[in-house]
């Protein structure tokens, strides 16, 4: 999400054609992903296809641009004339293609270098180098915010705690004008060092992590009480919905007769991944979701498969819920295979498509919006659950014990 392939949220959806804000990214700095990602809430498509076009310019120049290359001559011309240093070509060209994309004004429409690419493509497919955390980025107010670090990572041993806000980046304030390039400053290369100056509580503090490879888990589960089978879904980065099947066979084998699914503060991932465990539970020609591209044309997915999960099921959602998460929820509730226990998600109802271009580099669009089965549209709406339950506000840990949430979901299945 991101991408935002990641955001842990935020990351942006993707959707994988090759197979079948606030944003949330799932900064698994590690690139961290930085999630991205981005993805509050990635909902992405990775279009494989690799255009026609040699380089990103030629896009540029194909779609009419009145005027463009003229301006950008006259620039040029002006800055050689003028500039006593040296003009670095590719860096401007990049910089050029990224404020042209950027004025579309979606956030979740994007240019990647063929570095960046290769880091979406990456935290897709779930190989991650960063500080390992998921975090918040919010637009509106300029903030970056770690919801959880994850277990072993670099940024858990460095003393990152849920909660932390990170104010500064090596050094350079985060602010509303660069939290985008702030969240995306604390990916980097294996074994370099980023500078995060956090604010937590009322306490400022300075902590250094070094950027590694790490193995992430998309999936946590265990047994609950009375044979409930708990399965919390991180993200929905590659290999979500396999992992998902082995986590829960292993606890049916267990004796489970019935199953909580966790997406609190899941920013989405690849909707293949989402619609891969829709496909587990959901009957057979079932709608699990509907996408409307730019001119108003339906595409309408369906299970192919009958079910192979066949137990009472609650989901647990809160306003980071988002993207596949919402587009895993939203198809179990109007399908009347699981009920909603917790807060309205956060209401990302928009697919972006990768594409990748010759050059190595990308473009990130947002191609459609989806909603759910039965054509509820959810886009900065969010969906509602069927039975509201809000946290302490003053939990600073949660646990089973204050988890009220988890414990409505059992009195639920109980």
């Known amino acids: ?18 197979s079948k804000g606030q944003r949330i990214y799932k900064v698994v700095m590690l690139v961290i992903i930085t999630a991205l990602l981005s993805s509050l809430i990635t909902t992405i498509f990775i279009k494989e296809k690799i255009e026609s076009s040699s380089s990103i310019s030629a896009i540029v120049q194909n779609g009419g641009a009145t005027g463009l290359e003229s301006a950008l001559a006259s620039i040029r011309t002006k800055l050689e004339q003028e500039y006593i240093g040296e003009l670095n070509d590719e860096q401007m060209l990049e910089m050029a293609i990224k404020g042209y994309v950027a004025g579309v004004g979606d956030e979740y429409t994007e240019y990647y270098t063929p570095e960046e690419m290769k880091e979406q493509y990456d935290t897709a497919m779930g190989n991650y180098v960063g500080i390992g955390i998921y975090m918040v980025v919010n637009y509106e107010e300029g903030t970056i915010t770690v919801l959880e670090p994850m277990e072993g990572s670099p940024a858990e041993t460095a003393g990152l705690k849920e909660g932390d806000i990170i104010i500064k980046v090596d050094g350079t304030d985060v602010t509303k004008d660069n939290v985008s390039d702030m969240s995306n400053a604390i990916k980097g290369e294996e074994g370099t060092k980023v500078k995060l100056g956090i604010k937590r509580g009322d306490e400022n503090l300075d902590i250094e ?61 690849i909707v293949d991944e989402a619609i891969d465990i829709l496909e587990m539970i959901c009957n ?11 001119e108003g044309k339906e595409k309408v997915t ?12 609650v989901v647990l959602t ?77 939990i600073k840990e949660l646990t089973d014990k204050n988890d009220t949430q988890l414990k409505r979901a059992i009195q639920e299945l109980k």
């Open 318 to 394: 809160n306003g980071n819920s988002a993207s596949a998460s919402e587009i895993l929820a939203g198809a179990l509730k109007d399908n009347k295979k699981a009920t909603i226990v917790g807060e309205k998600t956060y209401g990302k109802g928009v697919i972006q498509t990768l594409y990748a271009l010759t050059d190595g580099s990308g473009l990130k669009i947002t191609t459609a919006e989806y909603c759910t089965p039965n054509k509820t549209a959810i886009n900065k709406k969010g969906i509602e659950p069927d039975i509201e339950v809000k946290l302490p506000e003053d």
């Open 209 to 269: 992590v070094e950027r590694k490879r790490i193995e992430i888990s998309h999936i946590n589960s265990r047994m609950l009480e009375n044979n409930i089978a708990y399965i919390q879904i991180k993200d929905f980065d590659g290999g979500t919905a396999e992992e998902f099947k082995e986590n829960y066979e292993n606890l049916k084998s267990q004796g489970a007769t019935s199953l909580i699914i966790d997406l609190r503060n899941n920013g989405g991932g």
């Open 284 to 294: 057979k020609d079932s709608t699990l979701l509907i996408e409307k591209d730019k």
């Open 1 to 18: 999400m991101n991408f935002g392939l990641k955001s842990k949220l935020a990351r942006t959806e993707v959707k994988m054609e090759e």
């Open 302 to 313: 369906k299970s192919e498969e009958n079910p192979t999960i066949d137990v009472p099921i």
